[in-house]
């Protein structure tokens, strides 16, 4: 299996501009992860679905940021507008037997808001 | 309010020169403490699952341990290639919560 797939591995944008992640989970996996990575506050769990279904969005820091997963192999997280405050590198997870499994990390986008 | 704390944030080691990395955690409902590696510019890469006080797991020069309060990750004889950021995360009855890590370089 080639592991989580993330596209872009690089974004940079002007703030206000309409920004979407992309992440493919492994196969079989029905947790799916999404996290942001910054020097201040470390790894925060965005948000996780389990068979494609949202279950816990609390860590979705306001209304402009939104995921979905249309089916088992696609998510993605949208941001609009952006802020440079929205600068960090997100990463996408999926585990296989429950939320408390291991999870497997995508290699994540670098995301640079001007 | 759930919380983890690791120490220290950054440790320089000779080669072969074996230490500890700590991780200390109150949360309610622990259900799992889980040990992560991280090169720079890739995602955390799973290490160990510690679900129980007492409990120990390796991995070639890397021993967890748990405890009620605390995970400890030992490093024995390390090597340059074990230079990394070293993640701690536990996990409560709803999410994982990550610590800020312990940036480690191991030099030759």
């Known amino acids: 299996d080639a592991g989580v797939i993330q596209s872009p591995r690089h974004e940079v944008t002007e703030m206000g501009q309409e920004v979407t992640l992309r992440c493919k989970p492994i196969?079989?996996?029905?947790?799916l992860f999404w996290y942001r990575q910054t020097m201040m506050r470390g790894l925060e769990l965005l948000i996780y679905?389990?068979?494609?279904?949202?279950?816990?969005d609390s860590g979705m820091p306001e209304d402009r940021f939104s995921a979905k997963m249309p089916n088992a192999s696609f998510s993605t997280l949208k941001i609009q507008p952006s802020e440079p405050r929205d600068s960090a590198v997100y990463f996408c997870?999926?585990?296989?037997?429950?939320?408390?499994?291991?999870?497997?990390f995508g290699p994540g986008t670098r995301l640079t808001v001007l | 309010e759930d919380q983890v704390t690791q120490s220290p944030e950054a440790l320089r080691l000779q080669e072969g020169e074996s230490s500890s990395l700590n991780c200390s955690y109150t949360v309610s409902g622990l259900r799992g403490l889980f040990w992560y590696r991280q090169d720079p510019g890739k995602g955390p890469e799973f290490l160990f699952t510690l679900y129980s006080a007492g409990e120990e797991k390796e991995k070639e020069r890397l021993k967890a341990t748990l405890t009620k309060k605390e995970s400890f990750l030992h490093i024995t004889a390390p090597k340059p290639e074990d230079s990394a950021t070293y993640l701690c995360?536990?996990?409560?009855?709803?999410?994982?919560?990550f610590g800020t890590g312990t940036r480690l370089q191991v030099f030759p």
């Open positions: 196969s079989g996996h029905d947790y």
């Open positions: 997870a999926s585990s296989l037997l429950d939320r408390t499994s291991e999870q497997f």
């Open positions: 995360a536990v996990y409560n009855t709803d999410k994982l919560i």
């Open positions: 679905f389990n068979n494609n279904v949202p279950i816990d």
